[in-house]
T-cell receptor
């Protein structure tokens, strides 16, 4: 089975440009998470969705950041306008919560390395 | 608020030595999940293990073992007979129990431990 798919893997853009990161979660998973990894702050949660509905976006740093999940197999994280301090690795993760088996695991995509110059 | 502390920023050992990575957590939840992830130099986050707070049995998987002690809020990870391929950054993470009624939430990560295995 395919894991979480993210595109692009690398993105270099100039300050002020719009950036869109894409994620395809594992089929059948009902949760999708966006994280950001930087040297200074480590791994931090930005926003997450349950059944395509945003549940908690308190980690989104500014109004310049927005995320959508139009269907169960696709999500985007958009930064507009981008700034150099947005340079980081952005990870998407998906989960399936099973009350029947009491299982809960989060699987991460390969990440998108964003550089804003 | 949840917090995960990995006090060891970097550990360097010679191949074949055993090494333990420490993880201490704080949470007010009565049930929760603990995770370990490996991040090799290539950058991806590889899931290693998930442990529910009501299951305090230690687990062994090949050269890897995990020691969960609720009394000390610790979830330590030991690699036996380390190999160069084990070199990576290892993250411990915490989440509330999604089956406790509130649904899933994101993981709270520690800062990671950079493990260097020298040949």
């Amino acid at each position: 089975d395919a894991g979480v798919i993210q595109s692009p893997r690398h993105e270099v853009t100039e300050m002020g440009q719009e950036v869109t990161l894409r994620c395809k979660p594992i089929s059948g998973h009902d949760y999708l998470f966006w994280y950001r990894q930087t040297m200074m702050r480590g791994l931090e949660l930005l926003i997450y969705f349950n059944n395509n509905v945003p549940i908690d976006d308190s980690g989104m740093p500014e109004d310049r950041f927005s995320a959508k999940m139009p269907n169960a197999s696709f999500s985007t994280l958009k930064i507009q306008p981008s700034e150099p301090r947005d340079s980081a690795v952005y990870f998407c993760a998906s989960s399936l919560v099973s009350t029947a088996t009491l299982t809960y695991e989060q699987y991460f995509g390969p990440g998108t390395r964003l550089t804003v110059t | 608020a949840q917090k995960v502390t990995q006090a060891q920023t970097e550990i360097s050992v010679v191949e074949k030595e055993d090494v333990t990575l420490d993880c201490v957590y704080e949470t007010r939840d009565t049930t929760y999940y603990l995770f370990w992830y490996k991040q090799p130099p290539s950058g991806e986050l590889v899931f290693l293990i998930r442990r529910n707070s009501f299951d305090e049995q230690n687990e062994i998987s090949g050269r890897y073992s995990w020691n969960f002690q609720k009394s000390t809020s610790s979830f330590n990870f030991t690699i036996t007979a380390s190999q160069v391929v084990d070199s990576a950054v290892y993250f411990c993470a915490l989440s509330e129990d999604p089956n406790s009624g509130g649904g899933a939430d994101g993981l709270t990560f520690g800062k990671g431990t950079h493990l260097i295995i020298q040949p």
